[in-house]
């Protein structure tokens, strides 16, 4: 995030942020798809030959010699429900001047927040540990998009709290609850599913949203320097697990090789599970700015 040259903390608000990030983004593409567009007409759609004229915007026709016909709630296109791990591990790195996986998460679900509403589709959001903590439905409604704006504002600001994960159960509760074909985005580090068993639960869990007709996508949040690569300096560490408070002791030179294989042993099974149930997983590296990879895949993905 450092070469965002968005220093930690600087601005008060997540949602300001998300904005800055995204209409940077858009404003940086060859060719804009609201090129001779003012804002206004983000809340308008284009007049098809044969319907009623009875929601016509006159002034905008006298201004362009076009007609546009106001898009209201119920004609959304797409519900898009972002999915978020607000897990113990998801408070790493703790060092201050770099921003932690929630953050970035956070930040990551705002920006989805952003073109979803630009686009004057339905948003919703559920977050999660071992259950569903709070669920909100996609909706393009003004006074729940401010309420989901405000949850992802007060994550981003959060102290770390011990918690495990448990996203099997929290996918096949959600299975359930969103009934409307929906795009569902799943933010977290995947920080569980290691052993055989807890690979088949989750197998089943996206394999019940798929059942349901929704699209899914993994947006997977790392930290390539410390998760990744185990760059530590070369001296015996104390690893706190943040999930559970568990401690060791070890040098990483001692177990950075077998931790890589196994560690890409773990990221193979989870691309198969993608694989096989033909989802696309979006890498979100906490190193790098994510313009380059996240916001140029959603906004293919919404504009489809």
Not at 49 to 66: A, L, P
Request: glycine fraction near 4%; charge should be neutral; charged fraction near 30%.
């Amino acid at each position: 995030m450092q070469k965002m040259e968005i220093p930690y903390g600087a601005l008060d608000s997540i949602e300001l942020l998300a904005k800055q990030i995204v209409e940077g983004f858009l404003i940086g593409l060859h060719k804009s798809p609201f090129h001779g567009f003012s804002v206004e007409f983000a809340e308008h759609r284009l007049y098809n030959d044969g319907e009623s004229i009875k929601h016509i915007d006159w002034k905008v026709f006298g201004r362009t010699d076009k007609m546009f016909v106001k898009k209201y709630e119920e004609e959304t296109n797409l519900r898009c429900q972002v999915i978020l791990d607000i897990s113990g591990s998801m408070y790493f790195p703790v060092e201050k001047e770099q921003l932690n996986k929630l953050q970035i998460a956070c930040l990551t679900s705002s920006c989805i927040q952003y073109l979803v509403k630009k686009q004057r589709d339905a948003f919703g959001l559920c977050t999660f540990a071992t259950d569903i903590e709070k669920y909100f439905p996609a909706k393009a409604s003004a006074n729940q998009q401010s309420i989901m704006a405000h949850e992802l504002e007060s994550l981003y600001q959060s102290p770390h709290v011990l918690r495990s994960s448990n996203l099997s159960k929290v996918l096949d509760q959600m299975a359930e609850v969103v009934h409307q074909r929906s795009l569902i985005v799943i933010v977290s580090d995947f920080i569980e599913g290691a052993d055989e068993e807890q690979r088949e639960q989750l197998m089943r869990a996206v394999q019940h949203l798929r059942y349901k007709k929704h699209e899914v996508v993994f947006v997977d949040i790392f930290d390539s320097q410390l998760e990744d690569k185990l760059e530590l300096e070369n001296r015996p560490y104390q690893l706190i697990d943040m999930e559970t408070g568990a401690k060791m002791k070890l040098h990483p030179s001692e177990v950075r090789e077998q931790y890589q294989m196994a560690l890409a042993k773990y990221k193979a099974r989870f691309v198969e599970i993608a694989r096989q149930n033909k989802m696309d997983i979006v890498a979100v590296d906490i190193r790098k700015p994510f313009t380059q990879s996240f916001l140029p895949y959603f906004w293919q993905r919404l504009r489809k």
